[in-house]
Structure formats: structure tokens, C-alpha cells
């Protein structure tokens, strides 16, 4: 039986940058994101006994052989947990190009956990399936659960997992994401937090920051204090960065239009624009305000050259089933 599934890529608030059990990918501390529902992945699986061996394919891209082998990797554990010998088809499509330069892997894992365990009639909670799509990529637990989307660090994988803290409809925030490059990551992500936690002196600080920072991001949140929200998501995107730059090797993700766009967002607030900046494991920057300033946010960003294009988000719901297959 075929089975389909979406998922919202998220945007981390508080970021996870660094494991404190790899194999677990337990985090070192606790996160929080906004799904985005303009950044979605679609995945079809189908388990029958006519393959003969897994076989991934992204529409419109290339998968190495190691993608190969994590998605097989990954079926096999499910394979297990529900008795089955089958092996699958798995063919996904991201409404975000590659071009684009986002990393899909958590909107993948997290299609990929809804659809293929679906697909072999485990029935899951929401919870299951979060601890489930931790394991194939940490940031796609929090792509499971609806809007604004709490990860508890835990210290076990039963007590490590993503749930919503408010729907989408709580708060009608934007993210706009400006595309300035679409250079793909060199080092993954997985190999740069683990360089991180073993080189970079601002690794244990940040972690400590970080975990003081939830809770009080979670207090702005419940006044839906925008002021206070963004301070915090640039103070942590800023930290992270600074883990990321003292890292060796070096991880320098941004490019000079980063930095040009950072500063833009410094003067745009003076100008009486209240918007924020996150930036991920990349160059691109995600710009956070509130829907009622999208407009003048997007006619200050039209003035900035070299920006090869913009998405605006909006909270989304999370991984859910559809009824249009890909194959
Ligand atoms: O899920 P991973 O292993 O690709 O980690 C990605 C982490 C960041 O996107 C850089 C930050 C975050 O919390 O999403």
C-alpha cells in the first residue's frame, strides 16, 4: 500500500547545536521553532515484496549514495519494529529546491517517519513519532507537532521529543527567508556539532545560555512579546554562530551578504520596523515579525541587492497524511 505523507521544515528560535548522546541523538539542550509552511516535504512509501532492495529518489535532485544508505538505514529500524521483511520505494519531493540551499533533512525525516510508519501500520502517538524522526535527523522531531513546537532535551530516547506549545493560530508571526545563496553545507551538520562539542571553548557556554534562554523565551512568548522573542532568537542565533566560527576546522556559514542583511535589521528597527533576524547552517537569514509588518518588511528587503529569492512563511500545521501519491 502506497502511503503519503507532509512535512513543514521549522525554524529554531532556540537553536540545537551539539548532542549529548550521538547515537540517541540526544540534544544538549532543549529547543524551540516555528514550522513553516511554505517549506514542506512530500514523501510516498510503499513496502512490497516486489523490491529488492530500498530505493530513494528526491524529484528534481540527485541523492548520493550515504543518502541512500541513512534513508535505508533508517527503514530497517522500522522494518524491525514492525516485524517486516519488505523492502520500499521511498520518492520525495521538497517544495523548496535544493537550488534553494535548505537543508531538508528535517522536513524529510519527519515526512519519511509519518509516511513509512504508517505505511507498516505501526500506529504511532505524535510522541512515538517524534522520538522516531529524532532518530533519522534531531531537528526533524520538532517538524511533527503543529505551529510552535517545543523539543524536551530528555535524558533517554523516550523522554527526548517535540510536542506543540501553541497552534499556529496562536500567534500570526512571519518568517521571511531570504535566499541569498544556494551554496549547499560542505561540512554536515552531523560532523560540525560533534567538531563543535570537541574544539569550540564557546560550546558549554552557549548550551548553558541556551537552557537559561528557554524559559524565558517561553515566558515572552505566552505576553506574545515580539521585542522580547527576537532579542533572544538573535541572541541564540548569534551564540550558535560564534560556537560555529570557533569550531576547528572553522565553520564560517555566513557570506558578507549575511552580514549586510544583519545590519539592515539593526537599522530597520531604528527606522520603527520591528523585525528580527535567525540564521541557520547556512547563509541565508530568516527574518521574524509579526504579519502586520510583512509589507514594510518586504519593501525594505526589495532594496538590498543579490537576494535570489524570498519565501514567506507562515506558522504551519505539522506532518500530517495526504491522498495524492507521488508515484
Ligand atoms: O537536524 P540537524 O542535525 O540537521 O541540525 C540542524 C541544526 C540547526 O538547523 C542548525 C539548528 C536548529 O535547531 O534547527
Given at each position: 500500500?502506497?502511503?503519503?505523507?507532509?512535512?513543514?521544515?521549522?525554524?529554531?528560535?532556540?537553536?540545537?547545536?551539539?548532542?549529548?548522546?550521538?547515537?540517541l541523538r540526544l540534544p544538549?539542550?532543549?529547543?524551540?521553532?516555528?514550522?513553516?509552511?511554505?517549506?514542506?516535504?512530500?514523501?510516498?512509501?510503499?513496502?512490497?515484496?516486489?523490491?529488492?532492495?530500498?530505493?530513494?529518489?528526491?524529484?528534481?535532485?540527485?541523492?548520493?549514495?550515504?543518502?541512500?544508505?541513512?534513508?535505508?538505514?533508517?527503514?530497517?529500524?522500522?522494518?524491525?519494529?514492525?516485524?517486516?521483511?519488505?523492502?520500499?520505494?521511498?520518492?520525495?519531493?521538497?517544495?523548496?529546491?535544493?537550488?534553494?540551499?535548505?537543508?531538508?533533512?528535517?522536513?524529510?525525516f519527519?515526512?519519511?517517519?509519518?509516511?513509512?510508519?504508517?505505511?507498516?501500520?505501526?500506529?504511532?502517538?505524535?510522541?512515538?513519532?517524534s522520538i522516531l524522526a529524532r532518530l533519522g535527523s534531531g531537528s526533524a522531531c520538532r517538524?511533527?507537532?503543529?505551529?510552535?513546537?517545543?523539543w524536551?532535551?530528555?535524558?533517554?530516547n523516550?523522554?527526548s521529543f517535540a510536542?506543540?506549545?501553541?497552534?499556529?493560530?496562536?500567534?500570526?508571526?512571519?518568517?521571511?527567508?531570504?535566499?541569498?545563496?544556494?551554496?549547499?553545507?560542505?561540512?554536515?551538520?552531523?560532523?560540525?556539532?560533534?567538531?563543535?562539542?570537541?574544539?569550540?571553548?564557546?560550546?558549554?557556554?552557549?548550551?548553558?545560555?541556551?537552557?537559561?534562554?528557554?524559559?524565558?523565551?517561553?515566558?515572552?512568548?505566552?505576553?506574545?512579546?515580539?521585542?522580547?522573542?527576537?532579542?533572544?532568537?538573535?541572541?541564540?542565533?548569534?551564540?550558535?554562530?560564534?560556537?560555529?566560527?570557533?569550531?576547528?576546522?572553522?565553520?564560517?556559514?555566513?557570506?558578507?551578504?549575511?552580514?549586510?542583511?544583519?545590519?539592515?535589521?539593526?537599522?530597520?528597527?531604528?527606522?520603527?520596523?520591528?523585525?528580527?533576524?535567525?540564521?541557520?547552517?547556512?547563509?541565508?537569514?530568516?527574518?521574524?515579525?509579526?504579519?502586520?509588518?510583512?509589507?514594510?518588511?518586504?519593501?525594505?528587503?526589495?532594496?538590498?541587492?543579490?537576494?535570489?529569492?524570498?519565501?514567506?512563511?507562515?506558522?504551519?500545521?505539522?506532518?500530517?497524511?495526504?491522498?495524492?501519491?507521488?508515484?
Open positions: 500500500m502506497k502511503i503519503t505523507a507532509v512535512a513543514p521544515a521549522n525554524i529554531a528560535f532556540i537553536k540545537y547545536w551539539g548532542k549529548k548522546n550521538d547515537n544538549a539542550n532543549g529547543s524551540l521553532s516555528m514550522s513553516l509552511d511554505k517549506c514542506t516535504t512530500t514523501t510516498t512509501v510503499e513496502f512490497d515484496k516486489k523490491y529488492r532492495k530500498d530505493s530513494f529518489e528526491i524529484l528534481g535532485d540527485t541523492v548520493s549514495d550515504k543518502e541512500q544508505a541513512r534513508v535505508s538505514n533508517y527503514l530497517s529500524r522500522l522494518r524491525k519494529m514492525a516485524k517486516s521483511k519488505f523492502f520500499a520505494r521511498v520518492v520525495s519531493r521538497n517544495s523548496f529546491p535544493k537550488s534553494t540551499g535548505i537543508a531538508a533533512s528535517a522536513s524529510g519527519a515526512a519519511l517517519s509519518v509516511a513509512a510508519s504508517s505505511a507498516l501500520e505501526l500506529k504511532l502517538s505524535e510522541k512515538k513519532l517538524s511533527i507537532p503543529d505551529g510552535f513546537v517545543e524536551r532535551e530528555g535524558n533517554s523516550e523522554t510536542y506543540s506549545i501553541y497552534p499556529p493560530s496562536y500567534w500570526d508571526l512571519r518568517d521571511i527567508l531570504l535566499i541569498i545563496s544556494a551554496e549547499q553545507k560542505r561540512v554536515p551538520t552531523t560532523r560540525g556539532q560533534e567538531a563543535s562539542r570537541e574544539t569550540s571553548i564557546f560550546y558549554r557556554p552557549r548550551i548553558d545560555q541556551a537552557r537559561r534562554l528557554l524559559p524565558l523565551l517561553k515566558k515572552a512568548f505566552v505576553k506574545k512579546n515580539l521585542e522580547e522573542v527576537g532579542k533572544i532568537i538573535e541572541k541564540d542565533t548569534i551564540n550558535m554562530h560564534c560556537v560555529m566560527m570557533t569550531t576547528n576546522p572553522p565553520l564560517f556559514y555566513w557570506s558578507p551578504k549575511t552580514l549586510e542583511i544583519i545590519k539592515n535589521v539593526y537599522l530597520w528597527r531604528e527606522e520603527g520596523v520591528p523585525v528580527y533576524f535567525a540564521i541557520d547552517a547556512g547563509p541565508n537569514v530568516h527574518l521574524i515579525c509579526e504579519g502586520g509588518n510583512e509589507k514594510s518588511v518586504l519593501e525594505k528587503v526589495k532594496k538590498i541587492k543579490g537576494i535570489n529569492k524570498i519565501i514567506v512563511n507562515k506558522p504551519a500545521k505539522g506532518s500530517h497524511l495526504i491522498n495524492n501519491h507521488l508515484f
